[in-house]
């Protein structure tokens, strides 16, 4: 059985950084993409950052230039390095991976404040 295990969450202040892992566990096969989402209070959840099997990216417009995501292939690991953060991305992110089957990781916390 697959399972998705996120860390690197936490609080940070404005500015700061944060790099969230995601590990997918299990026999897992034909990777197509590796992503992450993210779901704010009262809002809708909302991709942030994807990874295909070819290595090309694609960011939300919100994170360009200070978002980056990478990927593992040897780890079947995706990263999220997170720089310039600010208070609007505070919310919980969830790690999206796509083969066959659809699997999501169970959420880190986010939080930027001072």
């Known amino acids: 059985q697959v399972q998705l295990v996120e860390s690197g969450g936490g609080l940070v202040q404005p500015g700061g950084s944060l790099r969230l892992s995601c590990a997918a566990s299990?026999?897992?096969?034909?990777?197509?993409?590796m992503g992450w989402y993210r779901q704010a209070p009262g809002k809708q959840r909302e991709l942030v950052a994807r990874?295909?099997?070819?290595?090309?990216?694609m960011y939300a417009d919100s994170v360009k230039g200070r978002f980056t995501i990478s990927r593992d292939n040897a780890k079947n690991t995706v990263y999220l390095q997170m720089n310039s953060l600010k208070s609007e991305d505070t919310a919980v992110y969830y790690c999206h991976v796509v083969t066959y089957i659809v699997y999501w990781g169970q959420g880190t916390q986010v939080t930027v404040s001072s």
């Open positions: 299990g026999t897992i096969f034909n990777i197509q993409s």
């Open positions: 990874i295909v099997s070819g290595g090309n990216t």
